[in-house]
């Protein structure tokens, strides 16, 4: 039972490069989100997505793309990387629209961009 | 502007204490609040949650409060062990927005034997 998984572990990158960030879950889920935690910071919403084929910004969505084309998939992409976003990427997933239902995370990319 | 703060950086205890983690929110649109463990190169693991139509949410040594009018939360942990040392993050969520959770910076844990 694999859960949430997130593909790389570590990327360094140089500045203006680019690079896809994967996700995949196994729990049939609809929801699934990409949040990046800094050093001293919770985690932040970047983009989400309700469903396959669908996505919307969160709270940090400058500097990054998503698709969801298959609903098991949810691919976070960095067209011309910048130091700033350097961080520990998160993925995570959920299903259903029940509130109780919490979302689960992959265990992070950490992305370095020189 | 934060609107979920954890404003202990830190806290630590003795095992077989009770350890008592804080949560604030300025957001009164939020209805469900959620507290995550995270483990050092680990993604962050549901712990307990709580809705706003409840005061109170026991899971075996984890107990969640909410105080609405206060907008405050907290987590207890009854006996602490020192397998609790981590980061704790309270989230919040409302409808909409895909539910997406608002994140607190985190208070670290230490549990002392």
């Known amino acids: 039972n694999a859960g949430v998984t997130q593909t790389p572990k570590f990327r360094v990158l140089k500045t203006g490069q680019s690079m896809t960030l994967l996700c995949a879950q196994d729990m049939n889920h609809e929801y699934m989100y990409w949040y990046r935690q800094d050093p001293g910071m919770g985690l932040r919403l970047i983009h989400y997505?309700?469903?396959?084929?669908?996505?919307a910004k969160g709270e940090v969505p400058d500097g990054y793309n998503v698709s969801r084309l298959k609903k098991q998939n949810f691919l976070l992409g960095l067209e011309s990387a910048a130091p700033s976003q350097t961080s520990v990427y998160f993925c995570?997933?959920?299903?259903?629209?029940?509130?109780?239902?919490?979302?689960?995370f992959g265990d992070g990319t950490r992305l370095s961009i020189l | 502007d934060q609107q979920v703060k954890q404003n202990s950086p830190s806290l630590s205890v003795q095992e077989g204490r009770i350890s008592i983690l804080n949560c604030d929110y300025t957001?009164?649109?939020?209805?469900?609040f959620l507290w995550y463990k995270k483990y050092p190169a680990e993604g962050p693991t549901f712990l307990i949650s709580i809705s706003s139509i409840k005061d109170k949410n026991e899971d075996g040594r984890f107990t969640v409060f909410l105080n609405k009018s206060a907008k405050h939360l907290s987590l207890h942990i009854v006996p602490s062990q020192p397998g609790d040392s981590a980061v704790y993050f309270c989230a919040a969520s409302r409808w909409g927005a895909g539910t997406a959770l608002i994140f607190g910076k985190g208070t670290t844990l230490s549990v002392s034997s």
């Open positions: 995570a997933s959920r299903g259903g629209t029940e509130r109780n239902q919490p979302q689960h």
């Open positions: 957001n009164s649109m939020f209805d469900y």
């Open positions: 997505s309700v469903g396959e084929g669908t996505t």
